[in-house]
């Protein structure tokens, strides 16, 4: 076990039970290990806000964006006017993004508790998500590794720099198992389930062939693993889901 650890996870989309699983088999110590979290704590899951105040309070877990925490971070005025409305929001009302979210992505029940928080909780989560990061760069053990949610998109070209790239392009383009431009870069990405690039890879975090980029979103909240790595060694971690498991053929 090493004295001071640097782990990345990804894609916990509301799996409170998983993580808090996986910080026991890691044995995460706040006061010296870090945490990164490369985008989508919240949605379709079943704990997204008390998952969001977990990471909140704990200096030492950082989260990176992914689209569902962009979502969460563009509506929440809107969730905040909602309960001042009888605690109600009305589909007329809202744009076709917010319905997209509420519907079709997994909101529902990320907004249905926020809105159950106090006031100055809601406030506390507003806060913290406008102080977000789209990509970090991290140097460890004399690797050095770029953590972005759904890598460059079409900005994935060789000299590019990650803050010239629109977000769009960091949290929602699919990713190719090789999209990484960088000669000396290690890119740790998510958004897509490992499972959906072939069974071969379902429910395991995949190193591309070059070893130069780690795809780290296992498909937990659709049944299969939640999957971490541990960058000092790359050293991998998983726990199994507790949510039923999609079938899916690819």
């Given at each position: 076990m090493c004295d001071m650890a640097t782990y990345v996870i990804s894609d916990l989309h509301?799996?409170?039970?998983?993580?808090?699983?996986?910080?026991?088999?890691?044995d995460f110590h706040a006061e010296y290990d870090e945490m990164w979290i490369v985008g989508d704590v919240c949605d379709r899951g079943r704990d997204s806000i008390p998952l969001l105040l977990e990471i909140m309070h704990c200096p030492s877990m950082h989260?990176?964006?992914?689209?569902?925490?962009?979502?969460?971070?563009?509506y929440i005025p809107e969730l905040i006017r909602g309960k001042s409305d009888e605690g109600t929001l009305y589909m007329p009302t809202m744009s076709d993004d917010f319905v997209t979210w509420l519907s079709y992505n997994?909101?529902?029940?990320?907004?249905?508790?926020?809105?159950?928080?106090?006031?100055?909780?809601?406030?506390?989560?507003?806060?913290y998500l406008q102080e977000h990061k789209l990509y970090q760069f991290l140097e460890v053990g004399g690797t050095k590794y770029l953590l972005v949610h759904s890598g460059l998109g079409s900005w994935c070209r060789a000299g590019v720099n990650p803050a010239e790239v629109p977000e769009f392009e960091l949290i929602w383009p699919?990713?190719?198992?090789?999209?990484?431009?960088?000669?000396?870069?290690t890119m740790?990405?998510?958004?897509?389930?490992?499972?959906?690039y072939g069974k071969?890879?379902?429910?395991?975090?995949?190193?591309?062939?070059?070893?130069?980029?780690?795809?780290?979103d296992c498909g937990c909240v659709y049944g299969r693993r939640l999957g971490c790595v541990?960058?000092?060694?790359?050293?991998?971690?998983?726990?199994?889901?507790?949510?039923?498991?999609?079938k899916v053929r690819t």
């Open positions: 509301g799996s409170k039970t998983e993580f808090d699983h996986m910080l026991k088999v890691i989260l990176i964006f992914g689209n569902h925490d962009v979502w969460l971070a563009r997994g909101g529902l029940t990320t907004a249905d508790q926020f809105m159950d928080l106090d006031y100055p909780t809601c406030y506390d989560i507003q806060n699919h990713i190719g198992l090789e999209d990484n431009p960088y000669d000396d870069v740790i990405v998510g958004h897509m389930p490992t499972f959906l071969e890879y379902d429910g395991k975090i995949i190193h591309g062939k070059k070893k130069s980029i780690l795809h780290i541990r960058l000092e060694d790359q050293k991998e971690f998983y726990v199994p889901s507790t949510y039923p498991y999609l």
